[in-house]
């Protein structure tokens, strides 16, 4: 069984930072892309940031210039290091993966628990 295990969210104020982890419990056959999701309270999941395998990284609007994505395709580990936090930043922010978990499995989309991230102003 595969598993994204996140750690790492908590309460900082504003314009503090947070590191947030994201490791891979188990073994798929293939991982292409590894990044992270984040959705506040009445709001709709948006993309925070993704690398791919061979490095490509997407920023959300909101993360761009703020937040930094970083990847061990090794150890299948994602980190997402958030600086100059806003209010607006609050939510629970899901890692997230594309990949198959074996040969006989179509590729899928997987997701984590979600780590809260609270932002005080």
């Known amino acids: 069984q595969v598993q994204l295990v996140e750690s790492g969210g908590g309460l900082v104020e504003a314009g503090g930072s947070l590191r947030l982890s994201c490791a891979l419990s188990g073994s798929m056959f293939s991982i292409s892309v590894m990044g992270w999701y984040r959705q506040g309270p009445a709001k709709q999941r948006e993309l925070v940031a993704t690398?791919?395998?061979?490095?490509?990284?997407n920023y959300g609007d909101s993360a761009r210039g703020r937040f930094t994505i970083s990847r061990d395709n090794a150890k299948n580990t994602v980190t997402l290091q958030m600086n100059s936090l806003k209010p607006e930043d609050t939510a629970e922010y899901f890692c997230?993966?594309?990949?198959?978990?074996?040969?006989?499995?179509?590729?899928?989309?997987?997701w984590g628990q979600g780590t809260q991230v609270t932002v005080s102003s």
């Open positions: 690398v791919t395998n061979d490095a490509n990284i």
């Open positions: 997230y993966t594309r990949g198959r978990i074996n040969v006989l499995r179509p590729t899928g989309d997987y």
